[in-house]
């Protein structure tokens, strides 16, 4: 904001002020926070079962995975299922709403 205010209007302005100034007027910055994931308590961590098995072949293991994708009006869910050997998506689905259709359409 600072630069853009220098570019565009050549106003001379230092960080702290805008910082100061967005937060009297309740403007929020938009981006990735800090420490998004936070590891859950020791007893729900599982093993990682795959620790010693050497992945030689494709169609050996599978993986899938949820996230969630930022869009301008809200989010969508995408679900993928890898290949660990060859790191390919084997197959992917898009969804509004988390429920298990979309996962096992895909």
């Given amino acids: ?8 209007i050549g106003m001379r302005i230092g ?3 805008v910082r100061r100034l967005m937060r009297l007027m309740g403007i929020d910055a938009i ?8 590891p859950g308590n020791a007893k729900h961590i599982y093993p990682y079962l795959l620790r010693k098995m050497a992945i030689v072949r494709p169609n050996q293991v599978w993986a899938a995975d949820i996230t ?28 509004t709403t ?7 359409r895909c």
């Fill in 1 to 8: 904001m600072m630069k853009y205010l220098s570019r565009s």
């Fill in 15 to 17: 960080r702290k002020r």
């Fill in 31 to 38: 981006y990735p926070r800090k420490r998004t994931t936070i």
């Fill in 68 to 95: 969630y994708v930022p869009m301008r009006k809200g989010f969508v869910y995408l679900f993928a299922i890898i290949d660990w050997h060859s790191r390919k998506i084997l197959d992917w689905e898009i969804s």
């Fill in 98 to 104: 988390l429920d298990t259709e979309f996962c096992l």
